[in-house]
């Protein structure tokens, strides 16, 4: 199975490989996103490791059970060769109503089949009131016409 854009990435096609990414982490959908990762994917996110498809479908429905209305922006850093660099930003609210945004960085390393092979994220998270959400639009993916994360100076 291969998942195009494939490397080496263009400043192009690494734009289009980080908003396809942020479609598919927006849908929420952990089995759907799972695919995108390479049967052996090897990821640090925080403080938490995960090896593998499995294990990384397994991260993101935890995540997703508690990160509520989760709307999520990414954006090109960096690219060369066969790696990404992003730069995010995402916001949510917990069970009780308490809303969050956090703001994090990662590094993609991909397969030849443009499967990703590694991710490691780094990500820092602050509580917010609900009047200071930025990302307003219906759950799913953004629309076009919404700002990106430099519109906000995050």
């Not at 969050?100 to 991909?110: C, D, K, L, Q, S």
């Not at 009131?129 to 990302?135: D, G, I, L, P, T």
């Not at 759950?139 to 519109?151: F, I, N, Q, T």
């Amino acid at each position: 199975m291969s998942r195009p854009p494939l490397p080496p990435f263009s400043e192009e096609s690494a734009i289009e490989k980080v908003r396809l990414a942020e479609d598919g982490w927006n849908s929420r959908d952990p089995a759907k996103v799972a695919l995108a990762y390479t049967t052996d994917t090897r990821w640090r996110n925080r403080a938490e490791f995960a090896n593998g498809r499995a294990e990384v479908e397994a991260f993101l429905t935890r995540k997703w059970n508690r990160e509520l209305d989760y709307r999520l922006i990414k954006e090109l850093w960096a690219f060369g060769g066969n790696r990404i660099a992003v730069r995010y930003a995402y916001e949510y609210h917990d069970d009780s109503g308490q809303w969050f945004r956090a703001y994090g960085n990662e590094n993609w390393e991909f397969a030849e089949d443009g499967l990703m092979r590694v991710r490691h994220a780094s990500i820092n998270e602050h509580p917010i009131a609900e009047a200071e959400r930025k990302f307003h639009w219906p759950l799913g993916r953004r629309p076009d016409d919404h700002p990106g994360l430099s519109h906000f100076g995050f």
